[in-house]
């Protein structure tokens, strides 16, 4: 016999084939529901924790903002080529997503959830069948639910509960096992952001104590507890915090002070903080001098790191967007004629002189004609200009070897 339950207040059918993402482990379903999770360092870390380290708060800025700033634009294929169509729906819902935020707006905060959350939602409103409005939803709003081989949607907004299908929601996720639901990187990585952000909490402290001096003092004799307290309050008063840095200590009654902690260079803290920047970079698949950790960086290698920047960091999102804008946004029968597609080509460029001579090898091909030239480096086109030339000099050796018979 079946049995109902709720899963955010909406009644759904128990099943056997009820998806709900990864499995966690015993105490983790709470703490990820208060959005912390406890780490070896005794730091709690969560999305948010994690953006006060600088690194992270980079890297997910310069990865979304790369991407919300890239043209995308919806073409229609024809006779083996494509024609931009701005004037289709979908084009016009993913230029002005919401009356609440711009393009850039909405795809910037969308990617970060996505790089910090693992999973970015976005109910989808239509009228007439066509998608007039994109609504992001925050990842804890959101339960998957599979029920008979079909996606559900169970999300919170507008302080009401709604049951979604699968083609009433944007959902792109990150890296998962089984495709359905991502991961988050920060609670994946939490032992690695713990021992970031205590570092970043060590060196507060370390220069906010001010005389720096972890240790015991040691009296003769007994104190009354009027004297041990008396005792504590002026030394906490006189040397605590940084503006009573480097003043002389007066011990008085023959006490003795002995440091006990150890010094912020012995614990190697500036080498465990310049350290860190690199995990983030590895997380987040971002190159070292986009994080401003230049100690590597070279004139010679900068261009080439911008490329795999590109190439290996955006990529992988820009083709998780097109798939589900593609997949959710086109009516079925419009799939076959229409597509929308982020432009990079403008990212993809080199230095002037590599692609001049980048130009002049396609164009002396007819691989491109002055028109697509123009195009890539956003200038007008030209009647005349779709022509292509090839050079006339070349001649096959068959062509040759038949002269020479003659």
Not at 113 to 138: C, Q, S, T, W
Not at 200 to 217: P, T
Not at 320 to 341: D, G, H, M, P
Not at 352 to 381: H, V
């Amino acid at each position: 016999m079946k049995r109902q339950i709720r899963i955010l207040g909406i009644p759904v059918w128990e099943r056997r084939d009820i998806q709900t993402g990864p499995v966690e482990k015993p105490g983790e379903r709470f703490m990820n529901a208060v959005g912390a999770m406890k780490t070896d360092s005794s730091v709690e870390v969560s999305e948010k924790s994690a953006l006060t380290i600088t690194a992270v708060w980079r890297a997910v800025n310069i990865i979304s903002g790369a991407i919300a700033s890239l043209p995308l634009h919806v073409y229609k294929k024809e006779r083996g080529s494509r024609k931009e169509s701005a004037e289709h729906a979908v084009a016009s819902v993913l230029q002005d997503p919401s009356p609440l935020m711009t393009s850039y707006n909405f795809r910037e905060s969308m990617n970060a959830v996505l790089l910090m959350y693992g999973n970015a939602y976005a109910v989808i409103k239509r009228e007439g069948g066509r998608p007039v409005e994109l609504i992001p939803v925050h990842p804890s709003q959101v339960e998957i639910v599979t029920l008979a081989g079909q996606h559900h949607y169970n999300i919170r907004y507008d302080n009401q509960h709604h049951s979604l299908s699968a083609d009433e929601v944007v959902h792109i996720p990150g890296l998962s096992f089984d495709g359905v639901k991502g991961y988050s990187p920060v609670q994946v990585m939490r032992e690695s952001m713990g021992l970031g952000m205590a570092a970043q909490k060590f060196g507060a402290r370390f220069f906010g104590s001010g005389a720096n001096m972890d240790g015991v003092m040691e009296i003769p004799g007994e104190l009354s507890d009027k004297a041990y307290d008396r005792l504590r309050e002026s030394w906490d008063a006189t040397y605590h915090s940084l503006e009573n840095s480097h003043k002389t200590a007066i011990l008085e009654g023959g006490a003795k002070y002995q440091r006990i902690g150890i010094p912020p260079d012995q614990a190697q803290f500036l080498q465990t903080r310049q350290f860190q920047v690199a995990e983030v970079a590895r997380m987040f698949g971002v190159q070292p001098h986009l994080l401003m950790d230049l100690e590597r960086a070279t004139h010679n290698n900068i261009e080439h790191q911008g490329m795999e920047f590109v190439t290996f960091t955006l990529m992988p999102w820009i083709k998780r967007w097109e798939s589900e804008i593609n997949r959710k946004l086109f009516r079925t029968k419009e799939r076959k004629e229409y597509y929308a597609e982020f432009n990079i080509s403008g990212l993809l460029r080199g230095d002037s002189k590599a692609r001049s001579d980048y130009y002049r090898a396609m164009f002396s091909i007819g691989a491109m004609s002055p028109n697509e030239i123009r195009e890539l480096e956003n200038e007008k086109s030209y009647e005349g200009g779709e022509t292509y030339f090839a050079q006339g000099a070349y001649t096959p050796i068959q062509k040759l070897k038949e002269q020479d018979n003659d």
